[in-house]
Nanobody
Framework: QVQLVETGGGLVQAGGSLRLSCAASGASGRTFSPDAMSWFRQAPGKEREFVATISWSGGNTNYVDSVKGRFTISSDNAKNTVYLQMNSLKPEDTAVYYC???????????????WGQGTQVTVAS
């Protein structure tokens, strides 16, 4: 119903930076209305964890403590795109990063979560 495409992952040395992007589009031309878009990550052998979120109206942001001061989430509402700027990367940031959209889609009752396919971020020590 909503397609999310993440780009920007890769291999970087500790202390380096990466910028992830996530572009949202409605499947079959459906319109959608996000309440918020977020980034989650999942490291090998661990559960998926919340990283950052941004509200679609107002731009309020929130972060997990471990990335505060290093990661910045932002959005371009006109492009239905959310970004995650990651600076001062650490080996423990290594994970598959997933984009999430929570909101409503034309023709579907209620508000739901939609996920991208994920992009690998590897930080070498």
């Amino acid at each position: 119903q909503v397609q999310l495409v993440e780009t920007g992952g890769g291999l970087v040395q500790a202390g380096g930076s990466l910028r992830l992007s996530c572009a949202a589009s409605g499947a079959s031309g459906r319109t959608f209305s996000p309440d918020a878009m977020s980034w989650f990550r999942q490291a090998p052998g661990k559960e998926r964890e919340f990283v950052a979120t941004i509200s679609w109206s107002g731009g309020n942001t929130n972060y997990v403590d471990s990335v505060k001061g290093r990661f910045t989430i932002s959005s371009d509402n006109a492009k239905n795109t959310v970004y995650l700027q990651m600076n001062s990367l650490k080996p423990e940031d290594t994970a598959v990063y997933y984009c999430n959209l929570n909101g409503a889609v034309e023709g579907i009752r209620g508000r739901h979560d939609y996920w991208g396919q994920g992009t690998q971020v590897t930080v070498a020590s």
